[in-house]
């Protein structure tokens, strides 16, 4: 029995629509793990004892991990620094330059954070997200949170 014109229809209709939303990366569970892993690894070859943090584009807590020895401000800290690594596409070091230049307008922009140490996780162009680790100078708070994704990408 053949199939009525609208059926035929809807159905190309819809295929075509399927086929032209885009694909969008996201950070699963093993890019968050492998990470971490990195993250750890520095942190241990540093001798420091650091708080990891890992968000996603709009700045939602994907990972968070206080190390024993870690200050209980690194846990808010990491997390500032990964979401202005995630909202502004950049370096948290990027928001201490500005202040630092003495752009302090800067200061009302929203989860601006001016302290170096979270890195945006960019694909293809594309923010997936921040990491951070806070509890180290901010130099090694950065190395730390570089490795992660260093490891991710296999640098």
Same mark, same amino acid.
């Given at each position: 029995?053949p199939?009525p014109?609208? @059926?035929?229809? $809807?159905?190309?209709?819809?295929?075509? !629509?399927?086929?032209?939303?885009? #694909?969008k990366?996201?950070?699963?569970l +093993?890019? =968050?793990?492998?990470? +971490? #892993?990195g993250? *750890? #690894? *520095?942190?241990?070859?540093?001798? @420091?004892e650091?708080t990891i943090?890992? @968000?996603? *584009?709009?700045?939602?807590?994907?990972?968070l991990?206080?190390?024993?020895? /870690?200050?209980?401000?690194t846990?808010q !800290?990491?997390?500032?620094k990964? &979401?202005?690594?995630a !909202?502004? &596409?950049?370096?948290s070091?990027?928001? /201490?330059d500005? +202040?630092k230049?003495?752009?302090l307008e800067?200061?009302a %922009?929203?989860d %601006? !954070?001016?302290?170096?140490g979270?890195?945006?996780?960019? @694909?293809d162009?594309?923010?997936?997200?921040?990491?951070a680790?806070?509890? /180290?100078?901010?130099e090694i708070?950065?190395a =730390?949170?570089?490795? $992660?994704?260093?490891?991710?990408?296999?640098?």
């Open positions: 029995m199939k014109l609208s @059926v035929v229809l $809807a159905f190309l209709v819809a295929t075509s !629509f399927a086929a032209d939303l885009p #694909a990366k996201y950070l699963n +093993v890019a =968050i793990k492998t990470m +971490v #892993a993250a *750890e #690894a *520095e942190a241990k070859k540093q001798n @420091v650091v943090c890992i @968000v996603d *584009e709009s700045g939602n807590l994907l990972f991990q206080k190390a024993d020895a /870690a200050s209980l401000n846990i !800290f990491a997390q500032k990964a &979401r202005h690594a !909202f502004y &596409r950049s370096p070091k990027d928001g /201490a500005a +202040v230049k003495g752009n800067v200061l %922009f929203p %601006f !954070f001016p302290n170096q979270g890195l945006p996780i960019k @694909v162009g594309q923010t997936l997200g921040g990491i680790a806070s509890g /180290a100078k901010s708070d950065e =730390i949170a570089q490795a $992660a994704l260093d490891v991710l990408f296999k640098k």
